[in-house]
């Protein structure tokens, strides 16, 4: 875990350097907002430029054709209705314009209506996103130059056009196809149906790609939890099948290591006890003389040494998950450090039962626990269980350690030189194990600087 947080560090740190100082912030606050899952970002790569290309498409089309027909269609009906008021000009003996008329609605497609003594209704406002007005007005103004009226919303398939010349009014109605290019939405039901079916196509052909990388981290996730994956074989394209198959294999790798070191440290676990045995039984029949007192302590201070290394080689990866209540894993060490003479205290929020490996659990806290009781009086235990994260703190009033020595105390072995500096039969092993156990869980453990004054223990695992 932690080489996986330095390994996002180093590519943030080599992207901030890429990036131009004045485009920082930018990219950080793009970065904050985009999604940071595989799946979400491939469907990304996809539609974006899909969307990108269409809206390009549509506004060329929209500028070019559309417009361009809509011109056409206008102008050739300012052509007719020109027609009309020059005929109505030329032939006044049709008082009733009964002929002008028939002749608009056969040929033309135009109903007509001629009022004498009219005057034009008030001008209308023009619509905001129709292009039919603005063009419509400005072919009447080109061809037949004369005042004028038009409405194009109140009769959704009908246009209506008013041009008064002498004291006459000329109404006549055009339908809306006649002017206006009206099947344009044909064609962006066509791009943005095609464009939903591809985005289908490529949200499940993506999704069958993804599934099989998540199947990895899940089992690379358990395998590092101590926990195994049955079912697991390797799917998917041909380098995600690689990485599974490496990964098999690298698990098969360990798993053999693993029991070597076992079967070896079983074999040299028997041997030096049965030594130490030896020695014991003969320090038993040499009898209680005062020379050999120390000979008996340091027999001992062996058999604690040896079991401590032990365990620290072995671990407690083998065993199996299971559930663990805080509620009693707390009073028991709560116990323990109440026979020494000294007060511990604990809180818990959330709930009481965890998944984890209990004994191995149990170990972990008792060793923080154990430390704080050689060198406090106090020791509070704050467990918070939320819906992702078990976090215990621990807080003593012990002298605590220094910065510079909060990760040196992990490493096997370490022994410090100042204020908590171990016993004369410690192995220094205590922390170590500690943080073993807890990223063998998938989680860790940190140091810091207590309320208290001592050292804060911070225990956090995945719930």
């Known amino acids: 875990m932690a080489l996986f947080d330095g390994f996002k560090r180093d590519i943030k740190r080599d992207m ?9 912030p930018f990219t950080r606050w793009l970065r904050r907002r985009l999604p940071t899952g595989l799946y979400t970002r491939s469907l990304l790569i996809v539609i974006v430029p899909m969307l990108l290309l269409q809206t390009v498409v549509a506004g060329l089309f929209m500028e070019r054709h559309w417009r361009m027909v809509t011109e056409r269609l206008s102008e050739a009906t300012v052509k007719d209705i020109a027609g009309i008021i020059q005929t109505i000009q030329a032939y006044p003996q049709d008082a009733n314009y009964e002929k002008i008329t028939r002749i608009a609605d056969d040929a033309l497609n135009l109903t007509i209506a001629v009022e004498e003594n009219a005057q034009l209704p008030p ?23 004369m005042p004028f009226w038009i409405d194009t919303v109140g009769n959704s398939r009908l246009v209506e056009i008013r041009i008064k010349f002498d004291t006459r009014v000329l109404t006549v109605f055009v339908r809306r196809g006649s002017t206006y290019a009206s099947n344009t939405h044909i064609f962006l039901i066509w791009m943005v149906g ?19 990388i998540l199947t990895l981290a899940d089992a690379a996730e358990s395998f590092g939890k101590g926990q195994r994956l049955e079912g697991f074989s390797p799917r998917g394209a041909d380098e995600i099948r690689r990485a599974g198959l490496a990964f098999i294999l690298m698990r098969e790798r360990i ?10 440290l079983a074999g040299v676990s028997h041997d030096l ?13 040499a009898g209680d003389k005062p020379e050999l007192h120390g000979m008996g302590q340091d027999v ?60 191995a659990f149990t170990r972990l806290v008792a060793n923080l626990v154990a430390n704080a009781e050689r060198y406090a009086k106090t020791l509070h235990v704050d467990a918070r269980h939320s819906a992702r994260w078990l976090t215990l703190t621990l807080d003593d009033d012990g002298p605590g350690i220094p910065p510079e020595a909060r990760e040196d105390v992990f490493k096997p072995f370490f022994r410090l030189d100042e204020a908590r500096n171990l016993n004369a039969s410690g192995t220094g092993l205590g922390l170590a194990i500690a943080r073993d156990i807890a990223r063998g869980h998938g989680g860790n453990v940190t140091l810091g600087e207590s309320p208290k004054g001592g050292l804060r223990a911070i225990i956090r695992i995945p719930a």
């Open 123 to 145: 001008p209308r406002p023009r619509p905001f996103f129709s292009i039919l007005d603005g063009i419509l007005a400005d072919q009447i103004t080109q061809q037949i130059q």
């Open 273 to 285: 006890r049965t030594i130490l045995t030896r020695f014991k039984l003969q320090l038993a029949l």
């Open 194 to 212: 095609t464009a939903l079916v591809l985005v289908l196509i490529s949200v499940l052909f993506l999704r069958g790609q993804i599934r099989p």
């Open 255 to 264: 798993e053999r290591q693993l029991e070597q070191r076992t079967a070896m």
């Open 16 to 24: 901030d350097r890429l990036t131009l100082p004045g485009w920082r």
């Open 300 to 359: 001992d201070d062996m058999q604690s040494m040896l079991e401590g290394y032990l365990a620290f080689a072995k671990g407690d990866a083998e065993e199996d998950l299971g559930t663990l209540h805080l509620s009693e894993l707390l009073p028991k060490l709560q116990s323990g450090f109440a026979v020494h003479g000294k007060e511990m205290t604990y809180t818990i929020d959330g709930e009481d039962e965890i998944a984890v490996r209990p004994n």
